[in-house]
């Protein structure tokens, strides 16, 4: 089973996803802002990255851009998770070089149907 990173900032979001994600039968790391998030990438890559784009100390895109320049996470499927639906702000993600995003509230389906398109990476 791959191991996914969770990056958020909102204490709740993130221990409801982490719980999520681990009755799912994923193994999950989280951390609460950027900088940390990067860290724990760097220090483990994990197989498959959800990540808050607003959050303090660095953002979503900071986060993106500091593993798309390390080796060992330069190819880890990246997924945004925000709270706009606006379409610009999708197109800047993927154009950042996200696979992917997911809106904020979300559905147990739709992050089921999100882990299937990733489930070789993410276990």
């Not at 890559?45 to 808050?52: E, R, T």
């Amino acid at each position: 089973m791959g191991r996914i990173l969770v990056i958020e900032d909102d204490a709740q979001i993130r221990a409801n996803l982490v719980r999520m994600l681990r009755l799912e039968g994923h193994q999950v790391d989280e951390a609460a802002d950027g900088e940390d998030g990067v860290e724990r990438a760097l220090r483990s890559p994990p197989d498959l990255v959800l990540c808050d784009v607003m959050m303090p100390r660095l953002d979503g895109f900071g986060v993106l851009q500091r593993l798309r320049g390390d080796p060992q996470t330069r190819d880890v499927p990246f997924v945004f998770l925000t709270a706009s639906a606006e379409r610009e702000r999708a197109e800047e993600a993927l154009a950042a070089g996200a696979q992917d995003y997911l809106v904020k509230p979300f559905t147990l389906d739709e992050m089921r149907q999100l882990l299937r398109r990733y489930g070789d990476a993410a276990g």
